[in-house]
């Protein structure tokens, strides 16, 4: 069973399983064990957890779903967009599939569930 700890220098961590007497004793002063932090952006208010303001949490889901495009940009689509032996083997049909592709994963930003609620396009067949 997971324990979440907190010291007011240190901040937090947490546990995977049940730490040892052993374990408790070398933690520094002052830690005490707390509920399981919900998520890496909550912070802890001296008794319970406190959730980010929603600016922040709007600005981490941007730049978590602005990485994940950017991450499908580089393995999936420049691989084959931008290796000219690869386009040009491509019918003009095919190609234009993965330029709307890319140009749809561009675009996710425009989307108006964005950031929280972004719909992934589907890449085309690879050839």
């Known amino acids: 069973m997971e324990h ?12 995977i399983s049940t730490p040892t007497d052993e374990h408790l004793a070398a933690y520094p ?3 005490i064990e707390v509920p399981i932090r919900p ?8 008794s319970e957890w406190v959730a980010p303001a929603q600016e ?19 393995n999936t689509v420049d691989p084959i967009v931008s290796n000219p032996l690869r386009w040009a083997d491509m019918t003009a049909e095919k190609q ?5 592709y890319r140009r749809a994963l561009l675009d996710i930003s425009q989307q108006s569930g964005f950031p929280h609620d972004v719909v992934w396009p589907v890449a085309p067949e690879r050839v």
């Open 29 to 31: 002063e002052g830690t």
């Open 56 to 74: 922040v949490a709007d600005a981490e889901a941007s730049r978590v779903a602005r990485a994940t495009r950017n991450t499908i940009l580089a």
């Open 4 to 15: 979440g700890f907190y010291h007011p220098v240190n901040g937090y961590w947490q546990t």
């Open 39 to 46: 998520s890496p952006l909550h912070t802890w208010g001296g």
């Open 96 to 100: 234009a599939e993965w330029a709307a």
